[in-house]
Structures are given as structure tokens and as C-alpha cells.
């Protein structure tokens, strides 16, 4: 048995990080709790908040694809700059980093994405967004902020101009990034491999937040532990051999095989995997053929598929190819036309909440908002890249939590009748923008205020 203590396996570096994080996290860091602040941060987000308003009308109505933030990434470093902030842009792609310094303390990092989706608007909104783009297959899409990233935005430099105005309040370095490609799985990686914690302040905690229409406006909320799932798009080619559709016994139909396969799928959830354990695999696009009498040659189809461990992750991608050649093989198909198996670049990982740092950080919402706007979440299978920040050694303990957008009496109505409100990715999803901005500025400066107090005595 290794009596060690583990800390002493690592490098001086390494135990002073990990030390000061887990310091952080559990409170133990800080004497001096920011409660005293919540006044003038009301009175700074009241200031604020016209601009911001108009701030996230100008976004919403200007989305950029994924990977082709230039305009948007160029206005988050344009309003980081005259919040005082020293800004380096491009990293990764167009990601913004923002470095203010304030003294000594811990270095917290707060992120916020800035792309589009390939959505058509669909809202009404006399600030809807009309932008047609390009996508990567060369189709014109329309383009919209249909998962918030306007609110985040809004959110992130209202937090920014806050703490920056309320420095004397906190003490350490805080380093807000703006992020790209979050919808592609991207952006976090290539940040990263860009040397975001190797060329800027390393953070002692990352936060980030994600707003939500299934809370109302005013409240928070925050999953203690696996919070998302890891999320694999996957590529999957039934080859078969074609012919006329007159004489099927001369063939070897894909078209059969591919509906035999995604129907097979479905016992991977069912009898492979432990029934405790939260998976998802979803068929999404299926194409193969060109009439009705041609028996093609091969059937194309597009997965996502969603866990939380690597166990699971790695338990999924095998069945979907074990399943895959299965079907090949029992319909006779050639060795040589044995279907492919893709998983596309982009992986998600599973976004886990550091617990100790959100029971911290739900203690000091509860103060702020009250209570009642304070609530423990459930697990989601939607993927956020954000998780990746978690994942560099040694590990970084990150919290993301959700913002409410709906009004209470649209929620109330929804519960009434059975009829669902717009979702995110939808095109007609739209926040309440004035108490969603104010909410998340002011959870967000709280939490950053919380894990940079001045020590007790200041």
C-alpha cells in the first residue's frame, strides 16, 4: 500500500495550484465575504444595463457562424479594451482573452461563447436577425442566436465593466475569454492548443454560464457533479451492392441493411448498457438512393451519441461499429464493401461541476437572489465544451450554471396547457432580455466577487 500523501507525488507547482484551489472552492481561501457588495453592484448593473440592452440587440441581429466570428469577436475585445482590460484577440481562432490584474489573490477565469447557428429566425422581433450565410457544404443558411450567445455576451461585458468598476472590492487577477466555435465543439480545444493557460494568468477556477428557458427570469440554477454529456457526432456509410430494384437477389440492398442497423441501435441503450447509466443514441440524418426502382449502392446516416463516463463513451462507439458490421456480414455483403465508421471531429466532453464550488458558489446566490431563485438542477444530455477547461492537469475545478429566460406567466401557461416553450435551437427561442441580463450579471459578478474577497483585515 502507497502511505504517501498524493501531493507529494506532484511538483512544487502543482501542489501549490492544487492547493490553492481547492482552498478557493471550499471557502477556505477567503475571510471577507462579498455580501457587503451587493449594493453597488445593483447600482453599477442599473447604470449599465441600457447599454447592454442595446448591446444585445446589436448582437442578436448580427450572428456569425462558427469559426467566422471575426465582427463579433472583434466587438467583445473592442468592449473588454474600454473596460480596462489587456486584450489579446486570434487565440484559437478568433477567441478574446481579457487579463485584468488587481493585485495579489487567486486567478479566476470567466468565459462566454460568441457563435451563431445555422438557424432561420423565427421570433418576429423587430431586431430579428435577416443574416443569410454560406455554411461549410456551401448551402445559404439563415443565421441566428438561437442558444443565448447574444445573452452571454450581453452578460459577460456588463460583468466585466462591474468588476472593473468595483475593483477596490476584490483582489487577484481576472481573465474573461470569449470563445468560439462552442457550437462545433471547437473553440475550447483549439484555445487551449493555442496556449490560453500557458500564455495567460492559469485560473485557479473557470466559470461560465448558460442561459435556459425552462427557468424563469430571476432565477439560477447549477448541477452539483456531471452537469452535461459527452457528445460524438458519428459517420456511419452501409455499403452494399446496387443494381435494379426489379431483380433484389442480384443486389445486396443497403437500404435494408441501413434500416436493420439504426433499429439494431437501439439495443445498445437497451441491452449492452447498464441500466444506471445515462446514455442516448439518435439517428438524426439518414439519405441513400436516387429513385424508386434503383437499388443504390450505399445509405449514408449521421449519429449523435451521448454519455457521461469515458466507459460509457468508449462502450458506445464500439457497439455502433461491432452492430454495424454485423448487419453487413448477415446480409452477405462483401468483405470489401464492410460499412465505415466515423467519429467526426468535435467531441464534446462531459461537463463536470467541481460540487464543493457550486454548494460555495449556490450559497452566495441564495444570498443575492433569495432562495426561491436559487435551484439544484438535473443532469442534461446536451454537450458544452466548456468541460475541456476542466480536463488540463492538474485539473481546474469549473462551474457552469443556467440562467432563467421565460417569463413566470409564460412557464405558468406552458405547465397549464401541455404546450412546450420555445427551446433553445429553436427559432423561435427568445429571452426576456432586461431581468436576464440583470440576473446574470449579478450572479456571476457575486461569484467572482466571492472567490476573489479581499482577505479578512482589508
Not at 59 to 88: D, I, N, Q, W, Y
Not at 222 to 243: E, K, L, M, P, Q
Not at 429 to 437: D, G, L, M, N, Q
Request: proline letters at 7%; charged letters at 20%; glycine letters at 8%.
Amino acid at each position: 500500500m502507497n502511505t504517501r500523501s498524493p501531493l507529494r507525488c506532484l511538483g512544487p507547482a502543482v501542489v501549490a495550484a492544487t492547493v490553492v484551489s481547492s482552498a478557493l472552492v471550499s471557502g477556505r481561501a477567503v475571510a471577507q465575504p462579498a455580501a457587503d457588495a451587493r449594493e453597488p453592484v445593483r447600482a453599477s448593473v442599473v447604470r449599465e444595463l441600457p447599454e447592454l440592452e442595446v448591446l444585445y440587440r446589436t448582437m442578436h441581429a448580427a450572428p456569425e457562424l462558427s469559426l467566422r466570428e471575426e465582427h463579433t469577436s472583434a466587438r467583445v475585445a473592442g468592449e473588454l479594451r474600454k473596460a480596462g482590460f489587456t486584450v489579446t484577440e486570434r487565440i484559437g481562432g478568433w477567441g478574446v482573452v481579457a487579463v485584468l490584474r488587481n493585485g495579489p489573490g487567486p486567478t479566476v477565469l470567466v468565459r462566454t461563447d460568441m457563435d451563431a447557428l445555422p438557424v432561420t429566425e423565427a421570433t418576429g422581433l423587430p431586431f430579428a436577425s435577416a443574416v443569410h450565410a454560406e455554411d461549410d457544404q456551401g448551402r445559404e443558411v439563415g443565421v441566428m442566436h438561437a442558444c443565448g450567445h447574444d445573452a452571454h455576451m450581453s452578460i459577460f461585458i456588463g460583468t466585466a465593466r462591474v468588476l472593473a468598476e468595483l475593483r477596490e472590492r476584490w483582489h487577484g487577477t481576472l481573465v474573461m475569454i470569449g470563445q468560439p466555435a462552442e457550437e462545433r465543439g471547437l473553440g475550447a480545444k483549439r484555445m487551449l492548443d493555442a496556449g490560453l493557460f500557458a500564455r495567460f494568468p492559469r485560473p485557479d477556477v473557470c466559470l461560465a454560464l448558460h442561459v435556459t428557458p425552462a427557468l424563469p427570469v430571476g432565477a439560477v440554477g447549477a448541477v452539483d457533479g456531471y452537469a452535461f454529456a459527452n457528445v460524438d457526432s458519428v459517420d456511419v456509410t452501409i455499403r452494399g451492392v446496387g443494381g435494379h430494384g426489379a431483380r433484389p437477389q442480384m443486389t445486396r440492398d443497403p437500404v435494408v441493411i441501413a434500416a436493420q442497423f439504426v433499429m439494431a441501435l437501439q439495443t445498445i441503450v437497451s441491452r449492452r448498457m447498464d441500466p444506471t447509466e445515462p446514455a442516448v443514441v439518435t439517428v438524426g440524418s439518414i439519405h441513400g438512393g436516387t429513385a424508386p426502382n434503383i437499388i443504390p449502392d450505399e445509405v449514408r446516416l449521421q449519429l449523435t451519441v451521448r454519455s457521461y463516463t469515458p466507459v460509457a463513451r468508449r462502450l458506445l462507439l464500439a457497439e455502433i461499429e461491432r452492430i454495424a458490421r454485423g448487419v453487413a456480414a448477415a446480409a452477405d455483403v462483401p468483405t470489401d464493401r464492410m460499412p465505415t465508421v466515423e467519429v467526426v471531429e468535435g467531441f464534446t466532453p462531459a461537463l463536470f461541476n467541481d460540487p464543493a464550488l457550486v454548494k460555495r458558489l449556490s450559497v452566495v446566490w441564495r444570498g443575492w437572489l433569495g432562495d426561491a431563485n436559487v435551484v439544484a438542477l438535473k443532469p442534461e444530455m446536451i454537450g458544452e465544451d466548456f468541460a475541456a477547461y476542466g480536463l488540463v492537469e492538474p485539473r481546474i475545478p469549473i462551474c457552469m450554471f443556467r440562467v432563467g429566460t421565460s417569463s413566470p406567466e409564460s412557464l405558468a401557461e406552458s405547465r397549464r396547457t401541455g404546450v412546450e416553450l420555445p427551446t433553445l435551437h429553436s427559432s423561435r427561442y427568445a429571452p426576456v432580455v432586461e431581468p436576464t441580463i440583470v440576473t446574470g450579471v449579478t450572479a456571476m459578478t457575486a461569484a467572482v466577487l466571492e472567490l476573489l474577497a479581499l482577505p479578512s483585515g482589508s
